[in-house]
């Protein structure tokens, strides 16, 4: 986090109460739910299978690449059921070779896809961070960002079954984050949406070959597929960083508002998993994100040095932070106005389309 000590005790108490009125107050004059400004680019990376670059209002840029290698896959032998899934399809299979030598190229991308299915390996997916100012890969602030973030990949399940090419081979994804800048507020969701804008971009040799045969891709790029390339149905999971300051929440905090923040919470959300055939319908009322992970990050203010142990406002009407955890109501509310129809996950989601193509 942030160093807190920005401003005075008396602006951070003049702050708190702002933030805690009905309605609230924002230094800037934004909604609860409102972003501030960001400039993207995509494809920027000629070498790189998929690539974004993403800047904040505050100056805040971070630049993500995503690489990918063939790899040979590694059959776990305790995992009988998947082993007796493999020896069915592959029976199944074998019955088919002179039909699937005769299918139409989209033909035999979906009977891919279908194979697929829960058949993708966690281990396919490394995601690595770079930060000015911490010198070491394992420091606890780069280490935690990573984790946050392989963790929403992982936990979408959506990602990994993509990287199935067939019977022993997969694709191995490397996602390689770079923060341009120091932070000048915790840079968890920066990072997560420039990762987002990154897997949408991010290209893959088309397949030749059948899923019973050693790998052969078209070695004409104009033709690679993109890694969602059902973009309408499926998207990259992405996390949002809220704060409660008294019974109001708060989205996109800036530096001064972590400052004086009660609780601080990572939600992570992905989309669900439709069938083609109702991607473009309506449903209304129904919400079509669902919630991946929730995380607590624990506020600047109670990692300070001059926190104390006194609960509210002290005998002279200064702010210190209070003790304690968060109030379930306050993470009902987070989850609920994150995944709610038309909720702040949506409206994120819309606005990325506009600079991805989507």
């Known amino acids: 986090m942030p160093p807190s000590n920005l401003l005075s005790p008396s602006e951070l108490s003049y702050l708190h109460t702002s933030l805690s009125l009905d309605p609230p107050i924002r230094p800037d004059g934004r ?24 800047c904040f209002a505050d100056g805040t840029e971070a630049i993500v690449g995503v690489k990918a290698e063939v790899e040979r896959t590694v059959v776990v032998a305790s995992n009988t059921s998947s082993g007796q899934s493999r020896l069915d399809d592959e029976g199944e299979g074998e019955g088919e070779d002179d039909t699937r030598m005769h299918s139409a190229e989209e033909d035999m991308e979906e009977e891919r896809r279908r194979q697929a299915r829960g058949k993708g390996q966690d ?28 963790e929403g990949l992982v936990a979408d399940g959506g990602l990994r079954d993509r990287l199935w090419i067939g019977w ?29 804008l990154a897997l949408l971009s991010t290209k893959l040799p088309a397949p030749i070959s059948r899923i019973d045969e050693d790998p052969l891709f078209n070695d004409d790029w104009d033709a690679a ?31 001064e508002e972590l400052a004086v923040a009660d609780a601080v ?24 994100l669902r919630l991946l992970s929730l995380r607590t ?30 109030k379930r109501t306050i993470v009902v509310k987070m989850v609920k106005t994150v995944l709610e129809p038309g909720g702040v996950g949506e409206e994120v989601l819309t606005g990325l389309e506009g600079f991805s193509g989507g």
Request: with cysteine; aromatic share 8%; charged share 20%.
């Open 297 to 326: 990050i624990d506020p600047p203010a109670r990692l300070a040095a001059a926190a104390s142990a006194t609960d509210g406002e002290d005998d002279q009407g200064l702010w210190k932070p209070a003790r304690g955890g968060m």
């Open 123 to 150: 281990s396919w997916i490394e995601v690595t961070v770079d930060m000015p100012g911490f010198g070491r890969d394992d420091d606890g602030v780069v280490v935690f960002l990573a984790q946050m973030l392989q």
């Open 168 to 196: 022993g081979w997969h694709w191995r994804v490397y996602v390689d984050i770079l923060l341009l800048t120091a932070p000048n507020s915790y840079p968890l969701p920066l990072l997560s949406l420039t990762t987002h």
């Open 225 to 255: 597929q993109a890694l969602y390339e059902d973009a309408t149905r499926s998207r990259p999971p992405f996390t949002l960083l809220v704060i409660s300051v008294g019974d109001n929440i708060f989205f996109d905090p800036s530096r």
């Open 31 to 54: 909604s609860p739910t409102s972003f501030r400004p960001l400039v993207a680019e995509t494809d920027l990376l000629p070498t790189a299978n998929g690539s974004a670059r993403l």
């Open 265 to 288: 919470c990572a939600v992570t959300v992905g989309t669900l998993q439709r069938p083609q055939s109702t991607a473009h319908q309506s449903n209304d009322g129904e919400s079509s």
